[in-house]
């Protein structure tokens, strides 16, 4: 029976950052199947009870920045806990994950990775072209195809975002498998678990 996990996240969260690489090893080690659907948070967190960073409390925030420095340490992956281009409208780097369906998951994947690294390790803006196409290229694609067929990825983008409110999805990362709800990649070693048997 084919393993299959949904991969529902945005390009701009550091913990989808964090488990991203560990994410791409587990599933490859279980010969699971990845969907990796990009979606938009702004979406669904007024409908899930979730707050956009800047609306949170003090103390939830300053947690959140330790949180992220225990982790960087743990994991031992390069981070910048306060990048300079963050908040950032993730929307042109989902619709370009998107767009790049055709070339398979596995672009998919090393397209996410890129992304996520210029945003928390390489001080770069994600929501600028030119950073998609430097990217692309580092995932082995050509950035200005990808970034024409990006337009034409809005309908979809919105499609797993409906799809995830359906689903109970309400923060980023979330791994489903076999309808099992994973969030957080503080989650994974349950998910490494689930797809083992």
Request: a positive charge; aromatic letters at 10%.
């Amino acid at each position: 029976m084919t393993k299959h996990v949904d991969y529902y996240f945005s390009p701009s969260s550091p913990w989808t950052y964090l488990g991203h690489g560990r994410f791409a090893d587990i599933a490859r080690r279980h010969g699971a199947q990845v969907a990796v659907k990009p979606v938009d948070y702004g979406v669904i967190f007024p409908q899930s009870g979730g707050l956009p960073l800047g609306k949170r409390a003090p103390q939830r925030q300053t947690y959140r920045l330790m949180e992220l420095k225990r982790w960087k340490a743990h994991l031992g992956v390069p981070l910048n806990e306060q990048p300079k281009f963050f908040p950032v409208d993730a929307t042109p780097a989902a619709l370009a994950i998107v767009a790049a369906a055709p070339s398979g998951v596995d672009a998919q994947m090393r397209l996410a990775g890129a992304i996520m690294k210029a945003l928390w390790a390489e001080e770069q803006n994600v929501a600028e072209q030119a950073t998609l196409r430097a990217a692309a290229a580092k995932a082995g694609l050509d950035g200005e195809g990808l970034l024409a067929a990006a337009s034409g990825a809005k309908a979809q983008f919105e499609a797993f975002t409906q799809e995830a409110l359906a689903r109970g999805v309400f923060g980023a990362p979330t791994y489903i498998y076999r309808d099992e709800l994973f969030w957080g990649q503080d989650r994974l070693d349950f998910l490494d678990r689930a797809l083992a048997t």
